[in-house]
């Protein structure tokens, strides 16, 4: 599988954007996909995840209810719509593909090539 995310940018706190990643090949459906981040100087953290089927979900608890994580298996595509932007929300946001439903960047076996986002003050 090959990700390819798009959708980062430059907003202002309080503001709103919609990260994308398409995906090659014909199995995109049986994958749980995830998004990740990484700010400057820290760690890789997990931020959401979805089932094959978009029936769970799950999300690190500082973006609950601001982000939603969905996905559309017959464009081979994951979102992520982005609400409320606060400035600690600016990194490089990954996504990745895994056979698990899991938080840990390493279960996750492909990888797309990150999108910058940048939330002004």
């Known amino acids: 599988v090959q990700l390819q995310a798009s959708g980062g940018g430059l907003v202002q706190a309080g503001g709103s954007l919609r990260l994308s990643c398409a995906a090659s090949?014909?199995?995109?459906?049986?994958?749980?996909l995830g998004w990740f981040r990484q700010a400057p100087g820290k760690e890789r953290e997990f931020v959401a995840v979805?089932?094959?089927?978009?029936?769970?979900?799950y999300y690190l608890d500082s973006v609950k209810g601001r982000f939603t994580i969905s996905r559309d298996n017959a464009k081979n595509t994951v979102y992520l719509q982005m609400n409320s932007l606060k400035q600690e929300d600016t990194a490089v946001y990954y996504c990745?593909?895994?056979?698990?439903?899991?938080?840990?960047?390493?279960?996750?076996?492909?990888w797309g090539q990150g999108t910058q986002v940048t939330v002004s003050s």
């Open positions: 990745a593909a895994t056979k698990v439903i899991s938080s840990s960047r390493l279960e996750y076996d492909y």
């Open positions: 090949g014909r199995t995109f459906s049986s994958y749980v």
């Open positions: 979805i089932s094959w089927s978009g029936g769970t979900t």
